[in-house]
């Protein structure tokens, strides 16, 4: 659904970064969306809506947070509260979270942990969330995830908080002592298909959030298309062919069957 909302806040998270966070009364939208799911945000007089992921939704309000990348989220860095948005959402196919007595293992990077605050809110203390970052001064959400009960984890490239390395380190560290049912992945590509590939290996279901550039945000433009073998064809899967996928409707998020279930290289 389209909808003129009341902006109530919209804070810079970080000093040295344009990392923004934007909360936006929006009852009917906070009451149907899911975890990973996404609304299209008109910004300005740009003719494209950006879509940008729901971190939180509730109490009649959404919590999306962006980096200042172009021209449409440096427009949105200069909304004030008590000004209004046109949103249309929520779109896409989230995170599975119908069965949340199940271990999770949540592994963000970058502005990919976004999506995964709402799993860990669904999750409690069943999730371990695993969230890598370049370097201390772009950290976010700390303080959320741990409040929400999560176990946290957090890397950083270059060792200036947390620990020294790449998420999957980690990753591979609390795979090899718990047992997870089921991973979810969002951020970079090279991340995602590391872990799907580690998932694969520990036959450990896993579900990606793929990010694509959009334009129509509804399924009818084909620019976001992506390359996935879908889980629920054939048995076995490996054998099954990659077929085209919209990122906006068919996904955000795929559930994938092994780690070859996306064409990382599209
Ligand atoms: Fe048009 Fe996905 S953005 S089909």
Same mark, same amino acid.
């Given at each position: @659904?389209?909808?003129?909302?009341?902006?109530?806040?919209?804070?810079?998270?970080?000093?040295?970064?344009?990392?923004?966070?934007?909360?936006?009364?929006?009852?009917?939208?906070?009451?149907?969306?899911?975890?990973?799911?996404?609304?299209?945000?008109?910004?300005?007089?740009?003719?494209?809506?950006?879509?940008?992921?729901?971190?939180? *939704?509730?109490?009649?309000?959404?919590?999306?947070?962006?980096?200042?990348?172009?021209?449409?989220?440096?427009? =949105?860095?200069?909304?004030?509260?008590?000004?209004?948005?046109?949103?249309?959402?929520?779109?896409?196919?989230? $995170?599975?979270?119908?069965?949340?007595?199940?271990?999770?293992? =949540? *592994?963000?990077?970058?502005?990919?942990?976004?999506? =995964?605050?709402?799993?860990?809110?669904?999750?409690?203390?069943?999730? $371990?969330?695993?969230?890598? $970052?370049?370097?201390?001064?772009?950290?976010?959400?700390?303080?959320?995830?741990?409040?929400?009960?999560?176990?946290?984890?957090?890397?950083?490239?270059?060792?200036?908080?947390?620990?020294?390395?790449?998420?999957?380190?980690?990753?591979?560290?609390?795979?090899?002592?718990?047992?997870?049912?089921?991973?979810?992945?969002?951020?970079?590509?090279? @991340? @995602?298909?590391?872990?799907? =590939?580690?998932?694969?290996?520990?036959?450990?279901?896993?579900?990606?959030? @793929?990010?694509?550039?959009?334009?129509?945000?509804?399924?009818?433009?084909?620019?976001?298309?992506?390359?996935?073998?879908?889980?629920?064809?054939?048995?076995?899967?490996?054998?099954?062919?990659?077929?085209?996928?919209?990122?906006?409707?068919?996904?955000?998020?795929?559930?994938?069957?092994?780690?070859?279930?996306?064409?990382?290289?599209?």
């Amino acid at each position: @659904m389209i909808a003129l909302c009341d902006i109530i806040s919209n804070e810079k998270m970080t000093e040295e970064y344009n990392i923004y966070s934007m909360i936006i009364d929006a009852p009917l939208i906070a009451k149907i969306a899911k975890p990973g799911q996404f609304v299209h945000v008109k910004c300005g007089g740009l003719t494209l809506r950006r879509p940008i992921s729901i971190a939180s *939704a509730k109490n009649g309000q959404i919590k999306i947070c962006y980096d200042v990348r172009g021209e449409g989220t440096k427009w =949105l860095s200069g909304l004030k509260s008590g000004g209004k948005i046109d949103i249309n959402g929520p779109i896409g196919k989230g $995170f599975d979270v119908s069965d949340t007595s199940k271990k999770v293992l =949540l *592994a963000g990077g970058g502005i990919g942990i976004y999506p =995964l605050y709402s799993v860990a809110e669904a999750y409690g203390e069943n999730a $371990f969330a695993v969230l890598g $970052f370049r370097t201390k001064d772009i950290i976010t959400f700390e303080k959320e995830f741990k409040e929400c009960g999560s176990k946290l984890y957090i890397a950083t490239d270059d060792g200036s908080y947390g620990r020294k390395g790449f998420a999957i380190d980690t990753v591979k560290e609390i795979l090899d002592n718990n047992k997870i049912d089921i991973i979810m992945t969002c951020g970079p590509k090279i @991340m @995602m298909k590391g872990i799907a =590939l580690e998932a694969q290996k520990r036959n450990i279901r896993c579900q990606v959030s @793929m990010e694509e550039r959009m334009a129509c945000g509804i399924g009818a433009c084909l620019a976001c298309v992506c390359k996935i073998k879908d889980a629920n064809v054939g048995d076995g899967v490996l054998d099954v062919p990659f077929t085209n996928k919209r990122v906006c409707i068919d996904g955000p998020v795929f559930d994938i069957f092994d780690g070859s279930g996306v064409d990382w290289e599209w």
